[in-house]
């Protein structure tokens, strides 16, 4: 299920709200083809095939309540232009912090519920996925780069140390590249 989130969220794109019938076909074709990487990539010679995902089955994967989101993680809706992604979360702060506070005024901005907007470079390649963080908004404002790392080094990479403005990391079941494009995302094994 880890793998899971971390594919759908750090290299999914998406879509916005779906009609109930249209949402449910979209999370099982989304199954199908998780299913289908998973057991592709048990394989001694995986298929090649791209797997495509598109947003509104992301998306609808989402919010199916399959993926565990983080504590205080509300919503997640993605979008995806040409190797970037932009997530548009809905945060409770305090919950994600876990009681931890600090007596930084600048980590202060950081407490209650608000709209946060993140903008990241995504890829996938030779069997590593990279993610760099561009900018991220709360309600609006955007928050200064010094601030966002400071944030994460205090709230997030002791919970998920493989996190940070810049993260690369392993992609699961021989996927050789993920590839971020126009509201699509396409997945190749080897």
Do not use: W
């Not at 099982?28 to 592709?40: G, P, W």
């Not at 900018?135 to 010094?146: A, H, N, Q, Y």
């Amino acid at each position: 299920m880890k793998y899971r989130f971390s594919l759908v969220l750090l290299l999914g794109v998406g879509l916005c709200s779906l009609g109930a019938a249209q949402h449910s076909a979209s999370v099982e074709a989304t199954q199908r083809k998780l299913d289908h990487i998973e057991s592709n990539g048990k394989r001694e010679h995986p298929d090649s095939t791209p797997t495509m995902f598109s947003e509104q089955e992301i998306n609808a994967y989402l919010t199916s309540g399959r993926v565990d989101l983080p504590a205080g993680v509300k919503s997640v809706r993605l979008a995806g232009v040409p190797g970037i992604v932009t997530a548009n979360l809905k945060v409770d702060f305090d919950r994600l912090k876990a009681g931890q506070e600090s007596l930084n005024p600048l980590l202060s901005v950081f407490s209650g519920i608000h709209d946060v907007v993140v903008e990241a470079h995504a890829h996938g390649a030779y069997g590593k996925g990279f993610v760099q963080v561009d900018s991220m908004s709360l309600d609006g404002v955007t928050i200064p780069r010094f601030v966002l790392e400071l944030f994460i080094e205090k709230y997030l990479r002791p919970k998920y140390p493989e996190i940070g403005m810049e993260s690369r990391f392993a992609l699961p079941h021989r996927i050789d590249a993920a590839v971020v494009g126009l509201h699509i995302l396409t997945i190749v094994q080897k």
